[in-house]
């Protein structure tokens, strides 16, 4: 079965300073790996996707992910981050049927002047 | 992007009654539509998945004459949670999506069970 495992449930960051959240997965086939942000009492927004190809993959508000195929991991990156990126994120894997989704656990990011 | 909304975003009600959320595609055709359910500071869990005109197939553990999921027609998923008690106090998330269009997750319904 495929799982998700997100390393850290909580990563404290001053304001401009760089953040990596990491991602690692188990599967034994192709994956698709997806990273989702979750403002409090809101729904979950798709950051950024990885389904093939180039294997750094760039999306929204400036954050970035790269496969890595060998070590079974999809960290997700920024290099300067804002007090509106704090929030949840969750790593999560495309497993089975089409679109269902398994997630991990989540991370909180918070970021501090 | 497509849009997914739900309604209530927030419900009470007292234990023993039954509370109905709906999950609608607003601007594409979701043949397949999922329901998760959020615990406080905790991952989503997946509860089930639906296909239009078909029953819903649940994950193991969840209760399929608990939690009753129609999924009627191509813009419109429900979920009934029957005699809610409180542990059944959650944040409910659907997510709606076709071949074409991918998948997006409506906003959340909060349940809280007194």
Redesign the interface.
């Known amino acids: 079965a495929q799982s998700v495992t997100q390393l850290d449930s909580q990563v404290p960051v001053f304001e401009e300073a760089p953040v990596e959240l990491r991602c690692n997965y188990s599967s034994s086939v192709s994956v698709y790996l997806f990273w ?1 942000v979750q403002y409090p ?6 950051l950024l996707k990885y389904l093939s190809g180039s294997t750094l993959v760039k999306g929204i508000n400036g954050f970035e992910a790269e496969f890595n195929k060998s070590q079974t991991s999809f960290h997700l990156r920024k290099p300067s981050v804002h007090i509106s990126d704090t929030a949840e994120y ?1 790593c999560a894997v495309r497993s089975g ?10 991370t ?1 990011l918070a970021v501090h002047p | 992007g497509a849009v997914v909304s739900q309604h209530p975003s927030w419900v009470i009600c007292k234990s023993g009654t039954s509370v109905k959320i709906e999950c609608r595609s607003l601007d594409f055709q979701a043949t397949t539509m999922f329901w998760y359910r959020q615990f406080p500071k905790q991952s989503l869990m997946l509860m089930a998945t639906s296909n239009e005109g078909s029953k819903a197939t649940y994950e193991q553990g969840v209760e399929k004459d608990k939690f009753l999921i129609n999924h009627a027609s191509l813009t419109l998923s429900t979920l009934t949670v029957t005699s809610a008690h409180p542990e059944d106090s959650s944040f409910y998330i659907c997510s709606a999506s076709n071949r074409d269009s991918g998948m997006f997750f409506g906003p959340g319904t909060r349940l809280t069970v007194l």
Do not use: E, S, V
């Not at chain 1, 009492?41 to 798709?46: K, V, W």
């Not at chain 1, 049927?97 to 989540?106: P, Q, S």
């Open positions: 989702y009492n809101q729904g979950l927004q798709l969750f049927g089409y679109n269902k989704l398994i997630f991990g656990a989540g909180r």
